[in-house]
């Protein structure tokens, strides 16, 4: 079946460093969302791309969708210990419904004040 | 009014238990889910309900029942489940279930041990 692969599974950082996680689609996405899980909390949602090749910024946080349409990243400029979480990718494919969302395996960021 | 809200959010049951999780939206959303997150993994799809109907049961075991009472409520009552079933249960809605639809809104979960 279709998976979205997300990496890394983990990731220590020092306060101040950069963070990116990658996700990877076997085939082509009609879209690709992002959710953030704090410690102990729920999925939170980020943002959602449609288009091939966007960009979207969230201050800190720099989303992009691949030109393929099956690779997407979030970067996290100068991360706070805020940013402390699970990140989840989550991708559709053309055709499915909302609930055939397909959930990478996250990346789980540290940050180290 | 922008949550979901879930109850109860702690429950402990026996394997020869029934109970039943509970979960209410009042955004208007015409979709809800039931997912299941298991510790460090993804949420995972369990049933969607789109304009109160069933839509997609993931081949979820019959000692799960969903109910959908009407368009702000979703229900999933248990029965007879096995230690394996504990895990953090995820109620989500959306605007609708179909095409390029907007994000999830998800509860806060209800954790649930089976002994």
């Known amino acids: 079946g279709q998976q979205v692969m997300q990496i890394p599974q983990y990731q220590h950082v020092q306060e101040g460093e950069d963070f990116t996680t990658y996700c990877n689609s076997s085939?082509?996405?009609?879209?690709i969302q992002w959710y953030k899980q704090r410690p102990g909390g729920h999925p939170v949602f980020l943002i959602q791309?449609?288009?091939?090749?966007e960009v979207k910024k969230q201050k800190r946080l720099t989303f992009q969708f691949g030109e393929a349409k099956k690779n997407s990243s979030l970067h996290i400029t100068a991360t706070q210990t805020t940013d402390v979480g699970t990140y989840f990718c989550?991708?559709?494919?053309?055709?499915?419904?909302?609930?055939?969302?397909?959930f990478g395996k996250g990346t789980k960021l540290s940050v180290k004040p | 009014d922008t949550e979901v809200t879930q109850t109860p959010k702690h429950l402990v049951m026996g394997m020869t238990n029934k109970k039943s999780l509970k979960c209410e939206q009042h955004?208007?959303?015409?979709?809800m889910y039931w997912y299941k997150q298991k510790a460090k993994k993804p949420p995972e799809l369990m049933f969607v309900?789109?304009?109160?109907?069933?839509?997609i049961n993931e081949s979820v075991p019959s000692r799960f029942s969903p109910e959908c009472p009407n368009s702000s409520l979703l229900n999933l009552h248990l029965h007879a489940l096995q230690p394996e079933d504990s895990a953090l249960y995820l109620c989500?809605?959306?605007?609708?279930?179909?095409?390029?639809?907007?994000?999830?809104?998800f509860g806060e979960g209800s954790r649930l041990t089976v002994l």
């Open positions: 989500a809605s959306s605007w609708t279930s179909g095409g390029a639809t907007g994000e999830l809104f």
């Open positions: 085939t082509t996405l009609s879209n």
């Open positions: 791309l449609v288009k091939s090749g």
């Open positions: 989550a991708g559709r494919n053309y055709g499915g419904s909302q609930g055939n969302l397909i």
């Open positions: 955004m208007g959303h015409r979709a």
């Open positions: 309900y789109s304009y109160e109907k069933l839509s």
